[in-house]
C-alpha cells in the first residue's frame, strides 16, 4: 500500500527542512526541519546502531547541512574523532584536539557566559541575575570530583572556597556585572594553575592539589594553559579521543561544559549540539553527575530554540548505569529517533520504548549502511540517506576509499 501511496512521507517533507535522503518504500525525498517546535515537540535526534551503520557519517551530514542554513554547530566526539576533522576543515570550522600534549583544550576555568538567564534574551527581558560564578564553581567541582571519586563533604567545602578565591583574585565575584570589565569584555579569567597554587598552599587542602598537578607540573600541563582560541566559530569539533582511559570522563565532562557555554549564549542564534558515542557519557562506565549534567543539557537547549543530536552504539551499555535511568532519559527527551542496522538482541532493548513491530526489528538487522529507521512518534519511515559526492568524499572513513584514492590505479 505505501509504495502505491506517492504521498507515504509527506509528514517528511517540512517546509526549510534538511535533505535526509530518500524513504525507501517509494523513493520520495525527505526532509527534515528538527527546529519547527509547532510540529516537533522537541527536536532532539537520537541516533543507534552497531559500529559501521553510518552514525558518525549521518551526524556530519546533518551538521554540515544545518550548517548550510546559517545554525551554529558543535560537536563532542569521544571516539575516533579525527573522523571529523576533515569535513570540519574544508568548511574553515574549528577542531579542537583535547589530549594531554595538546594547546588546544579551551580553558576549563573560563566563564563564558555574562547571564545565566538565555530564556530572558529570547523574551527581551530582563535577566535575572542567578550568579554565572556560583554555576561556574559547581561545574568545576563536579569536574573535579570525577577525578578523585571519593570527596567527603568537607573537601567539597574546601573545594568551594578556594575557588570562591581563585576568581576573586582575578576581581570576578558573585554580582554577573564583575565578570566583565568597564568595556564590557570578559576579564582574564583564572586557569587551572592558579587553582592549584591555592589548594596546596593551605594544609588542609594540600591533598586536594595532587589531582591538579598533572595539569599544572605534570604531564598534561599543555591542556591547562592559557590560550586565545576563536571559539565565535560556527562549527567546533571538540575530539576528546586523544584522552588517556583515566582522563576520558572528566575530559568529555569538560568538552561538555565547554560546547554547553557556548550553546547557551543565545546571540549566536540556533544551534546543534552535536555528540558521538553518548554511551561514554551516560553509560555504563560514567557517573551520575556527568549523566546527568549531560541528560540536563539535552532538556535545556530545546529551551533555547537548540536541538541535541546524539548517537549510542550498544544499546546495553546505554542502559547501564543506574538501572538505565540516564539513557531513558535521553531517549525521552528525544522526539526523533533513528534506528539504523543492530543485531536483533540489541534491537530488542530499544523494542518497546519505539514501539517497533516485529517486522521492523527484522528490517533493522538487515539495514545496509547508511539506512535506518526514522522514528518520530508512531510515524515510522525506512530512510536511505543519501550525502552528495563532496560530503562523502570529505567524510569517507571506508579504506578501500582511502586506498582508492592513494592509489587511484589500483
Ligand atoms: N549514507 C551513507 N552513504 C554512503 N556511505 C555511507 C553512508 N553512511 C555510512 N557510509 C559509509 O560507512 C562508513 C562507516 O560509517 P560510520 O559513520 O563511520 O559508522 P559508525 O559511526 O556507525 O560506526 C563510512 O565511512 C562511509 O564510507
Ligand atoms: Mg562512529
Request: with cysteine; net charge neutral; aromatic share 10%.
Amino acid at each position: 500500500m505505501a509504495a502505491a501511496f506517492p504521498f507515504a512521507s509527506y509528514e517528511l517533507s517540512d517546509r526549510n527542512g534538511i535533505f535526509l535522503g530518500l524513504n525507501m518504500y517509494n523513493r520520495s525525498p525527505a526532509f527534515l526541519d528538527p527546529y519547527n517546535d509547532y510540529k516537533y515537540t522537541n527536536g532532539n535526534i537520537w541516533l543507534g546502531g552497531s559500529s559501521g551503520a553510518g552514525k558518525s557519517f549521518t551526524l556530519q551530514c546533518l551538521g554540515n547541512r544545518l550548517r548550510q542554513q546559517g545554525k551554529r554547530v558543535i560537536y563532542i566526539i569521544p571516539k575516533k574523532g579525527h573522523e571529523f576533522r576533515p569535513l570540519c576543515e574544508q568548511l574553515g570550522g574549528l577542531y579542537l584536539r583535547m589530549s594531554p600534549s595538546s594547546k588546544d583544550c579551551p580553558n576549563i576555568m573560563a566563564i563564558r557566559r555574562k547571564s545565566l538567564d538565555s530564556y530572558a534574551g529570547l523574551k527581551n527581558l530582563a535577566a535575572r541575575d542567578d550568579s554565572v560564578l556560583a554555576e561556574k564553581i559547581s561545574h568545576l567541582i563536579i569536574w573535579y570530583s570525577l577525578q578523585k571519586r571519593d570527596l567527603t563533604d568537607e573537601d567539597k567545602n574546601n573545594l568551594d572556597s578556594s575557588l570562591v578565591e581563585c576568581y576573586r583574585q582575578y576581581g570576578i565575584t558573585f554580582d554577573n556585572a564583575s565578570i566583565v570589565d568597564a568595556f564590557g569584555h570578559f576579564r582574564t579569567m583564572p586557569i587551572i594553575a592558579d587553582w592549584y597554587e591555592l589548594l596546596k598552599r593551605n594544609p588542609e587542602t594540600k591533598h586536594l592539589a595532587v589531582v591538579l598537578a598533572r595539569y599544572v607540573t605534570g604531564s598534561a600541563s599543555a591542556m591547562g594553559q592559557r590560550n586565545d582560541l576563536d571559539l565565535d566559530n560556527k562549527y567546533i569539533v571538540l575530539d576528546t579521543s586523544g584522552l588517556p582511559d583515566d582522563m576520558m570522563l572528566s575530559g568529555i565532562f569538560w568538552a561538555t561544559d565547554v560546547a554547553s557555554d557556548l550553546i547557551m549564549d543565545n546571540s549566536t542564534g540556533l544551534s546543534a549540539l552535536i555528540a558521538d558515542e553518548l554511551w561514554s557519557l551516560v553509560g555504563a562506565n560514567s557517573n551520575p553527575l556527568a549523566a546527568g549534567f549531560v541528560q540536563e543539557m539535552v532538556k535545556t537547549i530545546r529551551g533555547l530554540g537548540g536541538i541535541a543530536v546524539t548517537s549510542t552504539q550498544g544499546m546495553q551499555d546505554l542502559f547501564g548505569l543506574d538501572s538505565g535511568k540516564y539513557g531513558k532519559g535521553i531517549l525521552d527527551s528525544s522526539r526523533i529517533k533513528l534506528v539504523m542496522q543492530m543485531e536483533e538482541q540489541e534491537a530488542r532493548l530499544i523494542q518497546n520504548v519505539l514501539n517497533l513491530s516485529e517486522e521492523e526489528v527484522r528490517q533493522i538487522t538487515r539495514f545496509r549502511r547508511g539506512e535506518g529507521l526514522l522514528c518520530i512518534g508512531y510515524n515510522h519511515v525506512p530512510i536511505a540517506f543519501y550525502a552528495t559526492q563532496k560530503e562523502y568524499t570529505a567524510i569517507t572513513t571506508s579504506s578501500t576509499d582511502l586506498r582508492m584514492r592513494r592509489n587511484p590505479n589500483e
